[in-house]
């Protein structure tokens, strides 16, 4: 939009992308069993407090973003975007989405328009910088699990000599 070129086809598909949004979903299942069984069992402090984290005040607050995201959406942009567009977000038989401008040229000189596109990217990058923090938090956890489940395998592998070790010595 912001080179003079004419409309083209294809733009219709790129229109609906921009104001497509994902969100990414963490199956916490787990995390939930546990958080109702009670976390005494786990005796690192550390991951104690990484699994909160990730799991508690990350999803929370990508669930607020996600719920001002989506007022932003259907109180703001939604409404003009019926008004710059013939349809928002149709989807044809090969399941994709488009969107074609009521008049190109209107569109591309709407400072509406490209305030809503602004907007809505950096909504986006802020949604993602902190999927990002979730995912790197979810990443330590794994460390921690791992390095856990090391050490439990070595006392594992002590109590078993300890209590063993004789006896498979001896028919060796």
Known sequence: METDRPYIDSLKFHFANVHTRYIALVRDQAYQNMKN???GFIKN?????????????????L??????????????VVP???????????????DEKWMVPRNYETL?????????????LLKRKEYIE????????????????????ASINHLYKILVFLTFGDFFTAMG
């Open 108 to 120: 591309k000189s709407s400072k509406t328009y490209r305030n809503i596109l602004k907007t809505t």
């Open 37 to 39: 069984y009670g976390f």
């Open 80 to 94: 003009l975007l019926t008004e710059l567009f013939e349809r928002v977000f149709t989807v044809d038989i090969d």
């Open 130 to 149: 902190y999927e990002e923090v979730r995912y790197q938090r979810l990443l330590t956890v794994h460390e921690l699990l791992k390095r856990e489940i």
């Open 63 to 76: 669930q607020e973003l996600n719920e001002r995201n989506n007022l932003y959406e259907s109180q703001i």
């Open 45 to 61: 402090d550390t991951l104690k407090e990484e699994l909160i984290r990730a799991y508690e005040t990350n999803t929370n607050w």
